[in-house]
């Protein structure tokens, strides 16, 4: 395995036109999204004599409470039709809370499903679209389940921990193009007017060629995450409630949560990174009760024709915190945040039209997608966007630096433990940059 680009693939790399590169790839699913995002007209209908979408939710926590409820707001006719999660107790609690929703609730016993193979049970229940809000290593097999039964799909991000998942959800995200069926991530970014406006001009050429890039998401330490450990719960129980801090089933916070900047990085150049060299650790969270991710990293990407892009993600109290993306192009720059987007430089420009969050925004894109039987896919791009996070992760863990086509095809790395049974399951050891392997 290479450690760098040598000069010569440096310049060979620079001898073609970044924007006629994006104006084959991303522009081009940019434009897409900007032009389905903002009505929801009813221009056809779903099923012969019906606008009726009736939804399935796989993933009983905070998010998938939120996404069901987002999914409902997003659009007349939608109703929450089927449950599935875990943990029993888990479940009545969002259904609890979804009960606010009226209509649109047709929830009943018998369609509420409880264990390992829930999401079996819903997945086979009369549903037309299915929510997958469970933690992120359960998303690949979810995904395929729902993709080979002809579901429409929204699922939360990251969609995978390790490259064997994001392998598996492109293989799904292929097979949904073929049967014609909608994926739509919870990458909010890419359904939000101030990021569709700036990545507009950054595609149509307004700061001229990118040659840099920052991407941040540095917060607090999240001490408390989760509810509070139990003497009666089983090691992988415990993993499970508390999958936050544990690797395998959330991938560390580069992945579970800086996977948003990263996309928008990867939307903006239009392509993934080729390599990288991270670095990271663990300074806050000491105990055993926070598992074994990092609480920082420190992450080098680079591109196509040697552009450099500098991630930093850290959870760590006290610390500035500091949530966005800035690209540097030959014209000017932009800096872009969940309620910001402007451009400084030739052609400067700064969003000033509705704060509308991206959150339902992403269910309306999708529903109105379905509708209009043109169903948006957008598996491939955060299949992507996952494996540039967890190819981070592996740099830092590792201390190696590595390339992106040896990530994506030889890595043998898979997460999943041998089976999913309550009961015992050793904590991996904390990873030592320099001592622990890659694999």
């Given at each position: 395995?290479?450690?760098?680009t ?15 590169f ?6 081009a699913?940019s434009?897409s999204?900007?032009?389905s995002?903002?009505?929801l ?7 012969p ?5 009736r ?23 939608v109703?929450i039709?089927a449950?599935a999660d ?11 809370q ?7 609730c047709t ?12 999401y ?9 679209t299915?929510i ?19 579901k ?9 921990v ?15 193009r ?8 919870g ?8 990021y ?11 700061i001229g060629e990118?040659?840099?890039?920052q991407?941040?998401?540095n ?5 408390n ?15 499970c ?6 690797c395998?089933?959330?991938?560390d ?11 928008i ?5 239009g392509s993934?990174p ?22 920082h990293?420190?992450v080098e990407?680079e591109y196509?024709?040697?552009v450099?892009?500098m991630?930093?993600s ?14 540097v192009?030959?014209?000017g720059?932009?800096?872009?945040t ?14 000033d ?8 925004e ?15 896919n ?9 494996l540039?996070?967890i ?7 590792t ?8 990530v ?5 790395l ?6 999913y ?10 990873p ?8």
């Amino acid at each position: 395995m290479e450690k760098g680009t040598t000069d010569a693939n440096r310049k060979q790399g620079r001898q073609f036109s970044r924007r006629d590169f994006v104006k084959v790839s991303a522009a081009a699913a940019s434009l897409s999204a900007l032009a389905s995002c903002r009505t929801l007209e009813k221009t056809s209908v779903f099923a012969p004599g019906t606008d009726r979408l009736r939804v399935g939710l796989i993933g009983c926590g905070g998010r998938g409470t939120g996404a069901a409820n987002n999914c409902a707001a997003a659009a007349e006719g939608v109703e929450i039709a089927a449950m599935a999660d875990l943990f029993q107790d888990r479940l009545d609690s969002s259904r609890k809370q979804l009960e606010g929703l009226g209509k649109k609730c047709t929830v009943t016993d018998r369609s509420c499903f409880v264990g390992f193979d829930a999401y079996k049970g819903v997945i086979a229940s009369n549903v037309d679209t299915v929510i997958l809000a469970t933690p992120p290593v359960f998303r690949p097999i979810h995904l395929k389940a729902a993709i080979e039964a002809g579901k429409h799909v929204f699922m939360e991000k990251p969609v995978a921990v390790d490259p064997a998942g994001v392998r598996s959800v492109i293989a799904s995200s292929d097979l949904a193009r073929s049967k014609g069926l909608g994926i739509v991530a919870g990458t909010q970014r890419r359904h939000q007017a101030p990021y569709l406006e700036v990545m507009k001009r950054i595609h149509n050429g307004d700061i001229g060629e990118i040659v840099a890039a920052q991407c941040y998401w540095n917060g607090g330490a999240m001490l408390n995450w989760g509810p509070r450990d139990n003497p009666e719960w089983n090691e992988l129980e415990r993993q499970c409630r508390r999958w936050y801090f544990y690797c395998w089933i959330c991938g560390d916070h580069i992945v579970e949560q800086h996977v948003h900047n990263l996309d928008i990085i990867n939307w903006a150049i239009g392509s993934h990174p080729v390599q990288c060299l991270g670095m990271g650790g663990r300074e806050v969270r000491t105990g055993p009760e926070y598992g074994n991710i990092f609480d920082h990293f420190a992450v080098e990407y680079e591109y196509p024709g040697g552009v450099r892009v500098m991630s930093m993600s850290s959870q760590i109290n006290g610390t500035t915190e500091r949530v966005g993306e800035r690209v540097v192009g030959t014209k000017g720059s932009t800096y872009t945040t969940r309620s910001l987007g402007y451009i400084e430089g030739q052609n400067p420009y700064k969003y000033d039209g509705p704060r509308v969050g991206g959150m339902v925004e992403e269910h309306a894109d999708l529903i109105k997608s379905i509708r209009d039987a043109r169903p948006i896919n957008e598996g491939q791009h955060v299949a992507e966007s996952t494996l540039t996070a967890i190819m981070g992760r592996i740099s830092a863990y590792t201390g190696r630096a590595l390339k992106w086509d040896w990530v994506m095809n030889a890595s043998a790395l898979d997460l999943r433990p041998a089976e999913y049974k309550m009961g015992d399951l050793a904590v991996r050891p904390v990873p030592v940059p320099g001592k622990t392997q890659l694999i």
